[in-house]
């Protein structure tokens, strides 16, 4: 088994020579093509996914432990669309482009999804937000 181990790692070292010494020799001679995958990310849609990771926070701080769940996931669904729209807004504004309403309310769905799925897998388990039910608005105030 080392035997087979070493042969593949010596086969895959002896490619990854071969790519590095021949590759700007053939690079040279080819014609320039465009590139067939690019990796671009919007700004606004990164802003909107980082709100989208703290809103279930947010929701917590004005809510309190004996909120229905219910009402909480309404307010978190509205927040999501809201920040969807505004996100929206900025976005056209600072291109100069349309307001695009079909991208906003499309763009509200992944935002509602993030939001639940931290809320689930982070922001519970690790008792931040019980925490946060506990902080501004307690059961007592309300």
Do not use: C, N
Not at 16 to 31: R, S
């Amino acid at each position: 088994m080392k035997t087979l181990y070493r042969a593949v790692l010596g086969v895959l070292a002896a490619l990854f020579v071969v790519t590095l010494i021949g590759a700007p020799a053939y690079a040279a001679d080819a014609p320039t093509a465009p590139a067939a995958v690019a990796f671009t990310l919007d700004p606004a849609t990164v802003v909107q996914l980082l709100i989208a990771f703290i809103l279930p926070v947010l929701v917590g701080l004005v809510t309190t432990r004996v909120t229905s769940s219910a009402i909480k996931a309404w307010l978190l669904a509205g927040l999501s669309l809201v920040t969807s729209l505004l996100v929206e807004l900025a976005r056209a504004i600072a291109s100069g482009t349309t307001y695009d309403l079909g991208v906003a309310l499309l763009a509200a769905l992944p935002a509602f999804v993030v939001s639940v799925a931290t809320y689930h897998g982070l922001w519970k388990p690790t008792g931040v937000a019980e925490k946060a039910q506990d902080t501004l608005i307690t059961a007592k105030d309300a």
